[in-house]
């Protein structure tokens, strides 16, 4: 695909066909991530991720309990509160891949730098035909000393973007974009 057809097309996909990702899609997926700009060039992030569908199930429960437990039932939140209260919801939408991407410090920049990061993995999976959608639902839980204990995980990382990926069942159609807002100056 050209460029801005990636840059169009890419849509949040929440419904996968059972196709599984390979490990080396998921490679090359990420060595794209890695060729985002980052501040003096820091760098600063590592990624983990599965293809083993039971385990990000698993994962899905486990992260779905913690919300219910701690995910507020009134204010500007309420409405996500009712989605995860759905028994049928499931956080990572049975996707067959997740990548997490972390900031390795929390040095400025840093999670912005992982950001730019995470944006080219998932145009690069739209080049491949894979669908992608960043979780943010999930940073509460990966976030848990706990939970990266028991992933293994690098205490001192900070999660910054949980992203699913799979082939989709259909491509959603665009929601549309506002106009933006442009503020010439001299």
């Not at 049975?94 to 920049?109: E, G, I, K, M, R």
């Amino acid at each position: 695909m050209e460029l801005m057809e990636v840059i169009r097309d890419r849509r949040a996909v929440r419904d996968f066909s059972n196709q599984p990702v390979s490990q080396s899609t998921v490679q090359d997926l990420i060595q794209a991530a890695v060729l985002a700009p980052s501040a003096m060039n820091r760098q600063p992030w590592a990624f983990a991720a599965s293809i083993d569908r039971a385990f990000i199930e698993s994962m899905a429960a486990h992260a779905r309990d913690f919300l219910l437990k701690h995910f507020p039932a009134s204010g500007p939140e309420s409405e996500l509160r009712s989605m995860i209260e759905n028994p049928e919801f499931v956080l990572f939408y049975h996707a067959p891949a997740l990548v997490l991407v972390f900031a390795t410090s929390d040095a400025t920049q840093d999670a912005e730098d992982c950001c730019l990061a995470a944006q080219n993995l998932m145009l690069a999976a739209r080049d491949k035909g894979i669908g992608s959608c960043w979780i943010g639902l999930a940073r509460p839980w990966l976030s848990q000393l706990a939970t990266k204990e028991e992933l293994d995980l690098k205490l001192h990382y900070r999660i910054v973007a949980p992203i699913v990926l799979g082939y989709p069942r259909e491509w959603p159609e665009s929601h549309g974009r506002k106009e933006p807002e442009i503020h010439w100056i001299r």
